[in-house]
């Protein structure tokens, strides 16, 4: 899977760390533009088999603005926060975070059933048969 | 009443969490019209989204070029999301007072300056909030 230049140079992340980052995770954002233009953040489980993530969300209107859509990208980011005894902004205290930025295009699965099985291996998130 | 109308947040809900938060996601548009999105701090200063970033990358970029953006903060199950115009706060009173509060709940009350240098190396983005609407997952 190719990466994308980013203008930190010094802060790229390995390929392992992505991808273990992104199996240690279970939600992401998802940026998409429906047919009118118009800017949509969806927030979404999803798994990652390595090659595509799939997402989840019971929420209907989620769900149709993917539905529309085509290009989509998603956000899955950790947010942490550094302070040190000399508080000085950006500098001894600051907020930083990891965030993976997947590109691709989006569609709706018809057959959910079939994935499902896969979707929910290994969530943690999940117990017996019910979301939590 | 459609599934979308039952899961609407209260907009006292929506300025609580608003207020509350202090991590979002921006969207942003590419020159070919594909979404791109970024993890950002910010905060709600006199109705608008406050964000402060570098100078230059790909969101300053398509801002330059559209300036309509998509703005979320989860929290739990749930989720806020504004749409508005997203401007360069360029005068350097107002970008000192945005970045003077923006900095302030980090510091526990101690006082603090910033620097003439730090403040002009820094973009202050404001989005003039255009909708908000609060869903429940």
Same mark, same amino acid.
Do not use: H, L, Q
């Given at each position: 899977m190719e990466s994308r230049p980013v203008r930190r140079k010094d802060r790229v992340m390995p390929q392992a760390d992505i991808e273990r980052f992104l199996s240690e995770n279970d939600v992401c954002h998802a940026a998409v533009t429906s047919v009118d233009g118009v800017l949509q953040i969806v927030p979404l489980h999803y798994t990652y088999d390595g090659a595509k993530f799939i997402l989840s969300s019971q929420n209907e209107a989620c769900l149709a603005a993917c539905a529309e859509a085509a290009a989509v990208t998603l956000d899955i980011s950790v947010m942490y926060y550094v302070s040190g005894r000399d508080r000085t902004p950006c500098k001894n205290i600051t907020s930083k975070y990891r965030s993976v930025l997947a590109f691709g295009e989006i569609c709706l699965c018809d057959e959910q059933l079939t994935f499902m099985p896969a979707y929910m291996t290994g969530k943690s998130n999940i117990k017996g048969d019910e979301w939590i | 009443m459609s599934a979308l109308l039952q899961n609407m947040m209260p907009? /006292?809900? +929506? %300025?609580d969490l608003l207020a509350r938060e202090h991590e979002g996601h921006l969207a942003t548009? !590419?020159? %070919? =019209?594909?979404p791109y999105i970024v993890t950002l701090n910010y905060r709600i200063i006199d109705d608008m989204v406050v964000l402060h970033c570098a100078k230059e990358g790909q969101k300053i970029d398509n801002i330059k070029n559209d300036e309509h953006v998509c703005f979320s903060v989860s929290s739990g199950d749930r989720c806020? +999301? +504004? &749409? =508005? &115009? /997203? &401007?360069?706060v360029e005068d350097f009173a107002e970008k000192s007072r945005l970045l003077y509060i923006f900095t302030e709940i980090f510091m526990d009350g101690q006082q603090f300056s910033l620097s003439e240098q730090g +403040? !002009? &190396?820094t973009c202050v983005l404001a989005i003039d909030i255009e909708e908000k609407t609060g869903v429940l997952f």
């Open positions: - | 907009t /006292a809900e +929506i %300025d548009k !590419n020159p %070919d =019209g594909t806020v +999301i +504004i &749409r =508005g &115009r /997203a &401007r360069f +403040i !002009n &190396r």
